[in-house]
């Protein structure tokens, strides 16, 4: 009984190196991953999932912040959008289910503008006739709106249509 079971090990464990050399084609492509590599430092890069999906980071993070988009399994540069307000580039961000764009400037800039499929709404500038400064899209729970950058130093705001903004009919 003993001498059978040791046969058997033997038997398998010289047969793995023999299984692996016969695997067929289809085994060696789902292993052989394509590599990309960060412009930044040359480290590669990495399929990450973060809160808004899966996207491109840097293997020697945190010493290299580098991120990319991932657009169907290759990295993309993310597309830059500037603030209407200062210029500052704008970044991407989340809280609980919204996902929308903060001005990387902040807490200077309060700006915000909101997500439309992976892309700031719009970064048109609308200006505010009340303060000089432009008007930006927000939306709340009855909607969008347009509001003042400044807000809340400024506080007007016009009603959106189509995503425009609606100036306010005089009665
Ligand atoms: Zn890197
Ligand atoms: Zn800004
Ligand atoms: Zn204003």
């Known amino acids: 009984m003993q001498e059978e079971d040791s046969k058997l090990i033997k038997g398998s464990s010289s047969n793995w190196e023999q299984e692996f050399l016969e695997q067929g084609d289809d085994a060696h492509i789902k292993t052989a ?10 480290s ?3 399929l990450k999932t973060g809160a808004n999906g899966e996207f491109w980071g840097c293997e ?3 010493n290299c ?8 399994g290759k990295p993309v540069r993310a597309k830059r959008y500037f603030c209407p307000a200062c210029q500052s580039p704008l970044r991407k961000k ?39 400064h432009y008007l930006v899209r927000k939306k709340s ?20 249509e189509k995503g425009l903004p609606v100036l306010k009919k005089r009665r």
Do not use: M, Q
Request: hydrophobic letters at 20%.
């Open 141 to 160: 729970k009855n909607g969008y709106f347009w509001g003042c950058i400044t807000y809340p130093v400024c506080t007007n705001t016009l009603n959106d």
């Open 44 to 46: 590669l890069l990495v």
């Open 33 to 42: 991953k394509i590599r990309y590599r960060c412009p930044k430092c040359e």
């Open 94 to 132: 989340s809280f609980k289910d919204n996902v929308f764009w903060g001005c990387s400037n902040y807490p200077e800039c309060k700006v915000t503008v909101e997500d439309d499929n992976g892309i700031p709404s719009s970064t048109k500038k609308y200006p505010c006739r009340v303060c000089g």
């Open 65 to 72: 912040d580098y991120t990319a988009n991932n657009e169907n």
């Open 60 to 62: 020697s993070y945190p």
